[in-house]
């Protein structure tokens, strides 16, 4: 008797128990059933917008395609086109000068206010929060039409004051570069709510007490912010740098609005090259072209943003 | 020591002195960070203050030198022109039922699959999950011209609807959901089936009103979006009757001569909306530990 038992006992949970999540889902068809409906609406949208697309635009880009009648396929000849072409490399130039620009001004702006509303010192810290996240709302067209008035040549606020201190106008929208630095300023401005959230979050999460032994050893606070504060939310400063890298690859809409990549085309961004290849010359395929060069650089910056995440813990 | 010194220093002018320390200390030790956030949010301020105030002005006062900060003469001319000119309310319309559509349907259909990702395992969640993961990595942008194919043989071109759909489904209001719901505990779904719940039922009784704070704020969120969203309506959208604001607003900017003060007021305009939006719910934005990857 109780050497049968014994037996079975053991195994028993040895087989069953580490399992039985699934085999008990399994065996119910309504455990299948449950999740198959709530999730099969967003499959179908996935495969139509996003899968069949993909496949398409890989497709596409060894295609002549112009947006109707037959598609030619061409091979690789529209890459080789494209790596020919100066307006092509001009375009992904100027995006890479805007991203390695634009994302340390946008973080350290953003730190910035982070650290100016965790202060326990500081005082108005509510209205300053509804202030600081105002530029959210603030739509990436209507952020360039704010920085456009602002910065206009002859009727902008910023060339009167200099006017009014003595020095010349500056040329904001006729001068490449300089429009460029607007451009950077007012994106730094509009992102910088949402990468000030993530590091509040991750200011919040630093112990007290590291500030407290720093200040008995008497270290003063930009040495506290150096020492404790930058290596303690050092995770969320990769992830605010390479999100805002990726965002800012993307850039379109707002540098539409302030200077529609102007002066000429000099700072057309590549996502403008690309929508201005695919609709408005419609050639689709070598657009498409385009595009995938676009992914590879943006899946190189995804996949070091995936390897730092996947080091710190987190768990996307 | 404390002896001694409670010896040596009455007791009411020590506590006073204290105290008369600690205020000082409070102030001089406040003015640094205090000055430093109120810069900032002046700096942040700035570019919006001036261009509201500029609204106000007359199309005169506008390039008039020397500028002044406040109008000499308030007027509303500039919205007045472009309610009438610019076919405002239709281009707010078309926008509302945009912004609104879209976002029911996201935090719908995101809740559920996040929910289905967070307490059901078989291998098509888990594919579909790897699927989810990899449209973060795939952003639109980088498919617009097929997806403008796609959506043009699907008969959705130059619709409201070919603008709404593609844009339901985000990976961060799944991961937003599925990461709330990891956390409810199993025992509650166990519970609800032994009372004879059935699994639609738990999801619809039980789980969405417990969601109810992440569903507020992905809704802000992904109506923000929507409301803001320039790149995809333009391609999706032909017709200046079906345009959105932003569009409209393009338009105007994209002119040969900007016509300032119509575009100072309706910019102004298609603003405020949102600004009412976040001015109700703003906790829900601005207190939540909202993840990473929150950005589309």
Known sequence: ?????????????????????????????????????????????????????????????????????????????????????????????????????SVPVGYCLALGMAVALQSAWSRGKTAARIIFFLPWLVSPIVAGVI????????????????????????????????????????????????????????????????????????????QKFRSITLPSI??????????????????????????????GTQNRLIVQYIYETGFARSEIGYASAASMVLLLILLVIAFIQLRIGRRSGSTW | MVDTYAITVPEESRARRKQRRRQRGTVRRSVGPTAMLWVLALLMLFPLLWFLLSSFKPGGELFSYPLSFFPETWTVDGYATAIERVDFGRYLLNTTIVATVTTVLTVFFCASTGYALAKYRNPWLSVLGL????????????????????????????????????????????????????????????????????????????????????????????????????????????????????????????????????????SVLSMIPLVALYLVFQRYITSSNINAGLKD
């Open chain 2, 131 to 266: 699927c989810i993961l990899s449209m973060t990595m795939l952003p639109g942008e980088v498919i617009l011209n097929p997806l403008f194919i796609v959506i043009r043989d699907l008969g959705l071109y130059n619709s409201l609807a070919g603008v709404i759909v593609p844009s339901i489904i985000t990976p961060t209001g799944v991961f937003m959901f599925r990461q709330f719901f990891v956390t409810i505990p199993d025992e509650l779904i166990h519970a609800a089936r032994i009372d004879g719940a059935s699994e639609v039922g738990i999801f619809f009784r039980i789980m969405v009103p417990l969601a109810r704070p992440i569903m507020l704020t992905l809704g802000i969120v992904s109506f923000q979006w929507r409301w803001n969203d320039y790149l995809f309506p333009l391609i999706i959208l032909g017709d200046p009757d079906k345009f959105t604001l932003q569009i409209a607003l393009r338009a105007l900017v994209g002119a040969e001569n900007i016509d300032w003060p119509v575009l100072l007021g309706a």
């Open chain 1, 147 to 222: 920085w456009r008035w602002m910065f206009g040549e002859s009727f902008g606020f910023v060339n009167f004051v200099i006017a009014a201190f003595g020095g010349d106008s500056v040329p904001w929208s006729s001068n490449a570069d300089l429009s460029l630095l607007v451009v950077i300023m007012a994106s730094a401005w509009g992102s910088a709510a949402f990468n000030m959230l993530l590091f509040v979050a991750a200011l919040n999460n630093v112990p007290q007490s590291y500030y407290e032994a720093a200040s008995l050893d008497g270290a003063n606070g930009w």
């Open chain 1, 1 to 101: 008797m109780t050497i049968t038992r014994d037996k079975v006992t053991p195994a028993e949970p040895a087989g069953v128990t580490p399992r039985t999540p699934w085999r008990r889902k399994r065996a119910f068809g309504r455990y299948r059933l449950a999740p198959f409906l709530f999730t099969v609406v967003t499959a179908v949208l996935f495969a139509l917008f996003f899968l069949l697309p993909a496949v398409l635009g890989l497709s596409y880009s060894m295609t002549d395609y112009r947006g109707w009648g037959d598609a030619e396929f061409i091979g690789f000849a529209n890459y080789v086109a494209l790596f020919q072409d100066s307006s092509f490399f001009s375009a992904l130039g100027r995006t890479f000068v805007y991203a390695l620009f």
């Open chain 1, 234 to 263: 050092a995770p969320t400063s990769l992830l605010v740098i390479l999100l805002s890298t990726l965002g800012q690859m993307k850039e379109f809409a707002m540098i539409q609005a302030l200077n529609g990549g102007g002066p």
